[in-house]
């Protein structure tokens, strides 16, 4: 029986305040992206709690990209974003922009300089920050501060109106330059920034910041729980104050702690370098933590939701191990991905006494964890390519494969013992030679013989060839934000490697995006790169399972 699980510290909140009638109307929550990159595993997290906690309580989750800062964001980030949301298997209520309530903040602004609660300053960046005091001493005021409502208003709609330049003047708002809290010590509203912006074009030349459009774009849209990361903690007063002031619509904002994964790094702005410095060969290469990088890796959406939900939220921060997204992806690729035979390191096995040019057609199944999955045709001939692994010219006690005098089942077919085999001049085995057991058919085998080893093989006639991209992780160490230096610098050089292998016919042709089992060497899934006639496999993660070694170990 499965154990109930305890509820987190957001769902005992929310059921909370669905019991006391706080959101008559139910739950709203949201999922913010800027659209300054694409989205990576850390926003999984955040995807999966927004879209998960909506659903569970039957409430909503609206998409809302937080494109506040012109310089950064393009269209192209809007439309994969999206992509990337609906692939993970959720879909939104509605779709915004905080640039579609540029007007309405606007407005907002306005009304607190009516309310005497927002100033026009004149002061530089430099003397503004100089003014900010320090945790120890209070700020000290801008000599702009008790300027007029009239005057207030009038340099705002210049402001608007590209009268200044950049940085000329700034909207604060008037809080409190004795706050305990430095955030609120006449924080900024807007800036001037003469900018294009991926939507606004050129109708707008100041931006609200953060704090001035967060909450006022949740409030918009009456989003009960407004859920954020850890360092927005110190934000939550501001945001609270800006909603008190303007009198609308009461959100709230809730924290939990940023998710990280080992050997990675996970900002947007460090991700964008490895693209624009050529170190992968793209936002979405399969050695990315981008969400899509870890598609065309061959991740399942399910094993990276069912790696989120592992994971659960916490307020505080820890890296999680690569490891637990692997034993996900396996798990779910175990139940869904068609076994295949595909030969890495060749070497070439004859069948002394199979008839030389007759081929026969062996049913293979799919996928012994899905009896749905149906069988293919596998062609079997007397030459074969065997992994060169499988065979050992002296082998020790309980090597079950392959080696002089000993018996092996080649899967899906027959029985072979090994009769001899031809080394080159350098030692190099070069052929093996074996003979079959014809009753000992897969299937219909009435031999009686037991042997203890299956390997896999391909007839060579008809194998044809692939080319592999097997992949490792993208740096050396654990955590590469926290060492010194450049975190560039602890990329394994090692992460990628370019190798061909020989597989059976019908995987020749598998549409890209399918992932695979080869038998006995792990996960793959092809490329899009793929020509016909000439697939590409990127590794999508091994078949042995370290990470709950490591977990029976503990
Ligand atoms: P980055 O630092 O990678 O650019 P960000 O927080 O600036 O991340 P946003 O586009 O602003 O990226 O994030 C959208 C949402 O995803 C936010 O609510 C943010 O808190 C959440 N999020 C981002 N990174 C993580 C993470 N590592 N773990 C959990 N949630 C995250
Ligand atoms: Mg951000």
Known sequence: MAEEKSLNFLEEIIEADLATGKCPDGIQTRFPPEPNGYLHIGHASSIVLNFGLAKKYGGRCNLRFDDTNPSTE????????????????????????????????????????????????????????????????????????????EDNLKLFQAMRAGQFADGEKVLRAKVDMAHPNLLLRDP????????????????????????????????IEQVTHSICTLEFIHHRPLYDWFIEQLGIFPSHQYEFARRNLSYTVMSKRKLLQLVQEGHVAGWDDPRMPTISGMRRRGYPAAAIRQFCETVGIAKRENVVDLGLLEFCVREQLNKTANRYMMVLNPVKLIITNYPEGQTESLEAEYNPEDTHAGSRELPFSNTLWIEREDFMEAPPKKFFRLGPKLMVRLKHAYIIECTDFKKDAEGTVQEIYCRYIPESRSGSDT??????????????????????????RLFRVENPSDESGDFKEYLNPDSLHHSKAYIEPSLAAIPSG?????????????????????????????????????????
């Open 514 to 554: 399918t992932t695979f089992q080869a038998l006995r060497k792990g996960y793959f899934c092809a490329d899009r790169d793929s020509q016909a006639g000439q697939p590409v496999f990127n590794s999508t993660v091994g078949l042995k399972d370290a990470w709950a070694k490591e977990q029976k170990k503990a």
């Open 447 to 472: 031999s009686g013989i037991h042997v203890k080893g299956t390997i896999h093989w391909l007839s060579a006639p008809h194998a044809q060839e692939a080319d592999l991209r097997l992949y490792d």
């Open 74 to 149: 393009e269209t192209e980030y809007v439309e994969n974003i999206q992509q990337d949301i609906q692939w993970l298997g959720y879909q939104w209520d509605s779709r915004h922009f905080a640039s579609d309530y540029f007007e309405q903040l606007f407005q907002f602004a306005q009304q607190l300089i009516r309310a005497g609660k927002a100033y026009v300053d004149d002061s530089s960046a430099e003397e503004i920050a100089a003014t900010k005091g320090s945790l120890t001493e209070p700020g000290k005021e801008s000599p702009y501060r008790n300027r007029s409502v």
């Open 188 to 219: 900024i509203m807007y800036r001037i920034k003469k900018a294009h912006h991926h939507r606004t074009g050129d109708t707008w030349c100041i931006y609200p910041m953060y704090d001035f459009a967060h909450g006022q774009s949740d409030s």
